[in-house]
T-cell receptor, first 110, second 116 residues
Framework: QQPVQSPQAVILREGEDAVINCSSS?????VHWYRQKHGEAPVFLMI?????EQKGHEKISASFNEKKQQSSLYLTASQLSYSGTYFC???????????FGTGTRLTIIP | NAGVTQTPKFRILKIGQSMTLQCTQD?????MYWYRQDPGMGLKLIYY???????DKGEVPNGYNVSRSTTEDFPLRLELAAPSQTSVYFC???????????????FGPGTRLTVT
């Protein structure tokens, strides 16, 4: 079953903050986050692992609630370059594959 | 490193034709994946491979076949193309992690396929 992301779309002014949520129906080992700009391939942002280890880059942070099977991505002081569609990719136990979420389209305006 | 490369970039097929989408990675990743992305939608896993000679089905494998004879290459075969296979196809690869969980996936630029 496909993970559900919320909101589906959001429009922000440059400098504003955003939170993107991802909910899964399965017990998770990790959650990946990717950003895809229009007409391009998805690009890795961050991995959150069970137990709290976090890998990522850029000025973007995330949280992972294993009990609730949820993850949230936090974008603070958004920049124009943050525009794109964000996908979460939860990974359940025993699998080497991700099930990508429904996506959140983020538009940053000047 | 070129990363993950895909050919062709664009292709138009007639209903019933067949074709192979090529995917090559030069990062010595043992995991490789094929996804399709319909317009305005998310990524659906078609097939994946955890190493040469090993492949497994994803969410939407019907109408497709794969093989993995080398670490570098993971071609996707479409047999008897149908309009429902019109989509953008992405290949991706990643390292294997020791223990549970995987590393980040690196995506190729995609192949835009239209079946008419």
């Amino acid at each position: 079953q496909q993970p559900v992301q919320s909101p589906q779309a959001v429009i922000l002014r440059e400098g504003e903050d955003a939170v993107i949520n991802c909910s899964s129906s399965k017990a998770l080992y990790s959650v990946h986050w990717y950003r895809q700009k229009h007409g391009e391939a998805p690009v890795f942002l961050m991995i959150l692992l069970k137990g709290g280890e976090q890998k990522g880059h850029e000025k973007i942070s995330a949280s992972f609630n294993e009990k609730k099977q949820q993850s949230s991505l936090y974008l603070t002081a958004s920049q124009l370059s943050y525009s794109g569609t964000y996908f979460c990719g939860p990974e359940d136990f025993g699998n080497e594959k991700l099930t990508f979420g429904t996506g959140t389209r983020l538009t940053i305006i000047p | 490193n070129a990363g993950v490369t895909q050919t062709p970039k664009f292709r138009i097929l007639k209903i019933g034709q067949s074709m192979t989408l090529q995917c090559t990675q030069d990062m010595n990743h043992n995991y490789m994946y094929w996804y399709r992305q319909d317009p305005g939608m998310g990524l659906k896993l078609i097939y994946y491979s955890v190493g040469a000679g090993i492949t497994d089905k994803g969410e939407v494998p019907n109408g497709y076949n794969v093989s993995r004879s080398t670490t570098e290459d993971f071609p996707l075969r479409l047999e008897l193309a149908a309009p429902s296979q019109t989509s953008v196809y992405f290949c991706a690869s990643s390292y294997a992690r020791e223990g549970p969980g995987s590393y980040e996936q690196y995506f190729g630029p995609g192949t835009r396929l239209t079946v008419t």
